[in-house]
């Protein structure tokens, strides 16, 4: 299995760090953010990467290049320019030609303790086309619906005590790229709303 991480956003909300690196290469314990990333995934044998690079994407190809000398990690790391002002839909719509099978996807700035092998089994049981992680959340990120297991709406930055905020984890199937039409699509918006309404 493949996982995509999209790492081309241009980090406004903590831009004292990110106006000399992309949020990805912000360091946590001297690595950056997306090393701890993939460290994620490969810990549950997902070894092979499609990095959507964007902003200051030159830095994610340069620590790359320096690590594939110094490192041991079993990574196959391909790293795609997808555009300085590409949506994550259109990120994700850009490497369609690299996955043809069921795949990982999450964003290059946010870290968890979440069970990748229990949200990819649940995505198979469920039979889905998108699975995606929900959370508990502080009141400043966008909203999910739930009927037991499915998502039912998707809304964006609401809040409540009882809300559910995307993750940033999610298991989806080459169907995915149906939903997502070109470098302006927010994959959080139309399509995963779209999806939402379909259950």
């Not at 996807?105 to 092998?117: E, R």
């Not at 400043?140 to 993750?167: A, C, P, T």
Request: hydrophobic content about 35%.
């Amino acid at each position: 299995m493949k996982a995509v991480i999209l790492a081309g956003g241009y980090g406004t909300r903590i831009s004292e760090e990110s106006h000399l690196k992309p949020k990805p290469m912000i360091e946590i314990g001297g690595k950056p953010i997306l090393w701890h990333i993939l460290k994620i995934y490969s810990s549950y044998g997902i070894n092979e990467f499609a990095i959507c690079c964007g902003y200051k994407g030159e830095k994610i190809k340069e620590y790359f290049a320096k690590w594939e000398e110094e490192e041991s990690e079993p990574w196959d790391i391909r790293l795609f320019d997808t555009g300085l002002d590409t949506m994550t839909g259109g990120r994700l719509k850009r490497i369609q030609d690299y996955v043809d099978d069921t795949f990982c996807v999450t964003y290059g700035d946010g870290l968890s303790d979440i069970d990748i092998n229990r949200l990819i089994s649940f995505h198979k049981e469920k039979k889905s086309l998108a699975t995606l992680t929900a959370i508990h959340p502080p009141e400043r990120f966008g909203v999910l619906n739930l009927s037991g297991d499915y998502v039912m709406e998707f809304h964006e930055k609401h809040g409540g005590q009882d809300s559910w905020i995307n993750g940033g984890f999610f298991v989806f199937e080459p169907g995915i790229f149906d939903y997502l039409q070109d470098d302006f699509t927010v994959l959080e918006k139309t399509p995963l709303e779209t999806l939402a309404k379909e259950k």
